[in-house]
């Protein structure tokens, strides 16, 4: 709670009550012949043409998977295929105001919304503008295959965006991102269309971010999430709905910044989450629009919308975009829909009845619209079928297109074997996302922590070595904060946000002094919602801005599971690099506080793919790894130990230097030299290392080269290798639980690599693997020096004269391994 707001107790214990003003359900009426004078005819017939080519695109993914053939050409297509017939309206309608600056993003069930935005923005593009957009994208592959398939531009562009996103589907190298994204991930940036999740409930946070970078940023347009009623039962739904109504928005952000998010969250409500019966079964809302009233004060402007009339659609988005444009949002929607095919084409619909599909179908919106359009004379019957023939043969047209191997192939990967591996990450150095001024509050001399760091030695150690206190001495923390400082000054668009963050200074007083120099729409206090706080650091990473998303502990990822391991972690893979992703999460491994806040959960984040890790120990790693990571393009999860926050640089020449520097990720550095044995470190059992090899020395006249990782993910191998060449012999150390842990596919890695050179296998130190216990007995549980030394008498040389205080024996291993423990 900042100070200027005050919590009084007389109105917190005030009695009275709640009330709450009537949601809107299905208000609108009209038709088309009420509301000729409002559209044109070319309006009106675009919208029932584009229902029918999205109807028509998914009867050929339908015939596709279901009979393997669709206008008589044979084709397979094992990947998924999730349906939206009978939704088309609901697409349509949503996207007919929107344009290029206004995103939509979406989940697995998405062709319909990805059609509808692609022919609308396309629609308000000029000529040149659209063939700028093909010409340049893909290095004009794709238009090439399309390039004599139209006469005019604006349906050629239709054609490109149909044959791009059938290419998409069937994982052909012309998809829009080269077949990775495939059927549940569509998106294309030009016509706003950002990617689609294949997460229930996904896109949610992401959206959010999104629409927290337009805001933040100044940019025109809104956003709109796409999600279906299931989606309301994930946690990450009710976080982000939360996260974009925050009170500070309104009542703290100011200037031209005041204000809610530009977005909608749009649910299209067809009763059906898969198999489960939402309302009267799974959920509890009985009516999904009730929920908008839980959220905020406007209870989000919520209302339920008939999606079976497009026109009733537009009329809504009318109102909405109008309220989230002018910082009154966000909003929601309950759309009724409905689908008439099953979640997939594998999906027999044995939960509902064939009856119920039929009384829907009788309000089938293809069917209704046309039959309108004829009564209002806005086009015979003739007209209709020649849309109907039109839409038809313009999908066959880009499905034997993408279906031909010559015009469409896949991606050679004999030719190009390293293709993913190229796009795993961009590797690029970007010193501002945007080349702009920074909104600042004051100069960065003039900023009190600045001041107060300017006072301390850089160095732990005084000119005659003598150690320094830690009030004197620039520490870890110290490095971090100035890391990240220095980035707000020269990076416009960087924000920083988690749980108390600001006026308090963040945990760990990491974050101390930031609040003096930075407004609230760069720097500011998210609600507990790890979910929403990570997935909407990775849509305003996405939408092109760099954030800072801190967790506290990184026992929380848990809480954030499926944003780094789906979200984060995968988006620019799965764009195949289109989409970059500067975001970089910090984390703490903690200390002294028990099981749930006391684990070292690095190896877990190291095992997926596509993020990249650190772990500094020293105050110079701990700022030249910031300062890589806020240059980078990559998404990178930050590793910190609550026990090296106030220790100083005992190890590099000079101290932390003062002005920009960067310690680059993945080349782990040599501690302290030497020449018997080699220890590779993890974390902050880089200071356990080093009293192991005093004790090595005084009492077996050891020398032991420490090398201290530094990176997980990317590795250099070379310096490792090099130190075994030399000394035969390597430990492995680290805070985290021995089982699972990275330090074994280290060791995997240095025996293959090294065998030649070992005089015996690598050993490994971890905590036990437990719960973390109180505080009072981490000597019995984490990494201690005297097991360093057990470790290596047992496992590589015996000692002489050595007392083992902690059983490393084989005998022991398999002891504790049939044990679970």
């Avoid at 690095?602 to 993020?611: D, M, N």
């Avoid at 250099?716 to 842990?741: F, H, M, Q, W």
């Amino acid at each position: 709670m900042p100070k200027s707001q005050f919590v009084d107790p007389v109105k917190m214990r005030a009695s009275g009550s709640l009330t709450f003003t009537d949601i809107p359900m299905n208000q609108y009426k009209k038709g088309i012949a009420e509301e000729r004078a409002n559209y044109s005819d070319e309006e009106l017939l675009n919208m029932y043409a584009d229902m029918l080519t999205i109807r028509q695109f998914e009867i050929m993914l339908n015939s596709i998977k279901k009979q393997g053939v669709y206008c008589g050409r044979e084709f397979t297509y094992p990947g998924p295929a999730h349906l939206s017939m009978g939704e088309e309206s609901v697409a349509v309608g949503q996207a007919f105001l929107l344009d290029r600056n206004d995103y939509i993003l979406g989940n697995h069930r998405s062709h319909h919304e990805v059609i509808a935005k692609a022919f609308s923005a396309i629609r308000k593009l000029s000529d040149d503008e659209l063939k700028t957009i093909m010409e340049n994208f893909s290095e004009g592959k794709l238009l090439k295959a399309v390039e004599n398939s139209a006469e005019t531009t604006q349906s050629l562009a239709e054609n490109f965006f149909l044959y791009g996103a059938i290419c998409e589907l069937f994982a052909k190298a012309n998809g829009f991102s080269h077949g990775l994204g495939g059927s549940m991930h569509a998106f294309f940036l030009p016509f706003g269309i950002y990617p689609n999740n294949a997460i229930v409930g996904g896109s949610a946070p992401i959206g959010v971010g999104v629409a927290l970078f337009k805001k933040c940023n100044q940019k025109k347009g809104i956003v709109v999430v796409n999600s279906g009623d299931g989606s309301v039962g994930c946690g990450q739904v009710w976080e982000s709905l939360n996260f974009a109504a925050m009170d500070q928005f309104n009542q703290l952000w100011e200037k031209e910044y005041k204000g809610g998010l530009p977005i909608i969250f749009n649910f299209t409500n067809n009763s059906y989450g898969m198999g489960g019966q939402t309302c009267g079964e799974t959920m509890a809302y009985r009516e999904l629009a009730r929920i908008g009233a839980g959220i905020s004060p406007s209870q989000l402007h919520t209302e339920r919308v008939d999606g079976f009339n497009p026109l009733a659609v537009i009329d809504a988005y009318r109102r909405k975009k109008e309220l989230a444009v002018s910082g009154e949002g966000p909003c929601m929607l309950d759309i009724v829909s409905y689908r008439y095919s099953g979640h997939s084409p594998s999906d027999a619909s044995s939960y509902r009845t064939q009856e119920e599909i039929e009384v829907w179908e009788k309000y089938d919106p293809v069917k209704t619209f046309a039959e309108q359009l004829i009564s209002a004379k806005v086009a015979t019957k003739k007209k209709v079928e020649e849309i109907q023939q039109f839409a038809q043969k313009r999908v066959e047209n880009m499905f034997l297109l993408a279906t031909d191997p010559e015009v469409s192939p896949h991606v050679d990967f004999k030719k190009n074997p390293d293709f993913v591996e190229k796009i795993m990450f961009s590797n690029l150095k970007i010193e501002k996302m945007e080349d702009r001024p920074c909104d600042v509050l004051i100069d960065r001399a003039e900023n009190p922590r600045v001041k107060q760091i300017e006072k301390k030695s850089r160095f732990a150690l005084d000119k005659d070595g003598v150690l320094l206190s830690k009030t004197r001495v620039y520490n870890v923390r110290d490095g971090i904060f100035e890391a990240i400082l220095d980035k707000f000054y020269t990076d416009p668009t960087l924000i920083s946000y988690g749980e108390d963050l600001r006026d308090w200074g963040g945990p760990f007083a990491v974050y101390r002094g930031l609040t003096e120099s930075l407004p609230y729409h760069r720097f500011f206090n998210s609600p507990i919602s790890e979910a929403a706080m990570v997935g909407a650091g990775v849509g305003y990473g996405m939408a092109g801005g760099r954030a800072v998303v801190e967790l506290m502990y990184n026992d929380f990822i848990g809480r954030a599971g499926d944003e780094i391991f789906n979200q984060l972690a995968k988006w620019q893979s799965m764009s195949a690099g289109l989409i970059k992703m500067p975001v970089v999460i910090r984390v703490s491994v903690g200390a002294k506080y028990g099981a749930q806040h006391s684990q070292d959960w690095s190896s877990l984040i190291a095992h997926i793919p596509g993020l990249k890790v650190v772990f500094p120990a020293t105050p110079y790693d701990a700022k030249g790894l910031m300062n890589s990571a806020l240059m980078g393009s990559d998404p990178v999860v930050y590793f910190e130990s609550q026990r090296t926050y106030d220790i100083g640089e005992f190890f590099h020449e000079g101290g932390v230097p003062e002005g920009y520097y960067e310690v680059p990720m993945g080349e782990p550095d040599i501690k302290r030299a030497g020449s018997d044995i080699t220890i590779l470190n993890i974390g902050a059992t880089l200071y356990r290392a080093i009293e192991a090899a005093q004790m090595l020395e005084e009492r077996h006249n050891l020398s032991t080269e420490i090398i201290d990782a530094r990176s997980l993910v990317p590795f250099n191998y070379e310096p490792v290798i090099e130190s075994v060449k030399k000394t035969g012999k390597i430990l492995l150390l680290s805070d985290a639980c021995t089982r699972g842990s990275f330090l074994n596919d280290m060791a995997a890695n240095i025996t293959q690599l090294a065998f030649d050179y070992l005089d015996a296998p690598p050993a490994i130190v971890g905590a036990k693997n437990w719960i973390s216990p109180a505080y009072e007995y981490d000597t019995e549980f984490f990494p201690q020096p005297e097991w360093i030394l057990d470790a290596i008498h047992q496992k590589i040389l015996p000692l002489e004269g050595h007392t083992v205080t902690c059983n490393y024996s084989d005998v022991d291993q398999i002891r504790r391994s049939k044990f679970g423990v």
